[in-house]
T-cell receptor
């Protein structure tokens, strides 16, 4: 079982819509979760991280964490074509000193 | 200037050759990482280092070695390159703050082994 799993997509949404990206994790001891955006051929860029249950908002982005359900999500409001990218979810692991990444969800925002 | 740099950015080599990928950072972070990324497999950790004297194997270290020459420099070597090491390689750095490690990635090196 993978430590962090994401729907591989692809996910397509029209411009201006809300894009919802989801991630589940297997280690109940995981504390911190990260969302990265990666454009094709480029390096991952940090969008935000979350470690408390509930919602965390940063501009058009909202991360949601539900530790009881072992579920992390990223909402992108007012999606723009420039949001078209692959989104990577990552989480830490109990007793480990590094992050484990999901395989990513490819998002396309259609103008 | 970029905080995390990688050289070379692209490299084509032949099976059996030894190559080195280099990573430098100006972020002042103690922790550095090497990942490879393959389509459909995501990012996989090769090696990581928490300081100059602390180097650890990651998920897929076989066929690779590393050297932490200084706090700011972390090199990845392929002693005898093989075609299935063709991938996109990323270096990352992090600093542990309030129990959270946030990783920042370099621009990547695209390696092709023929």
């Amino acid at each position: 079982q993978k430590e962090v799993e994401q729907n591989s997509g692809p996910l397509s949404v029209p411009e201006g819509a809300i894009a919802s990206l989801n991630c589940t994790y297997s280690d109940r001891g995981s504390q911190s979760f990260f969302w990265y955006r990666q454009y094709s051929g480029k390096s991952p860029e940090l969008i935000m991280f979350i470690y408390s249950n509930g919602d965390k908002e940063d501009g058009r982005f909202t991360a949601q964490l539900n530790k009881a359900s072992q579920y992390v999500s990223l909402l992108i409001r007012d999606s723009q074509p420039s949001d078209s990218a692959t989104y990577l979810c990552a989480g830490d692991q109990t007793g480990a000193n590094n992050l484990f990444f999901g395989t990513g969800t490819r998002l396309t925002v259609i103008p | 200037d970029a905080d995390v740099t990688q050289t070379p950015r692209n490299r084509i080599t032949k099976t059996g050759k030894r190559i080195m990928l280099e990573c430098s950072q100006t972020k002042g972070h103690d922790r550095m990482y090497w990942y490879r990324q393959d389509p459909g497999l995501g990012l996989r950790l090769i090696y990581y280092s928490f300081d100059v004297k602390d180097i650890n194997k990651g998920e897929i270290s076989d066929g690779y070695s590393v050297s932490r020459q200084a706090q700011a420099k972390f090199s990845l070597s392929l002693e005898s390159a093989i075609p299935n090491q063709t991938a996109l390689y990323f270096c990352a750095t992090s600093d542990r703050v309030d129990g959270t490690d946030t990783q920042y990635f370099g621009p990547g090196t695209r390696l092709t082994v023929l």
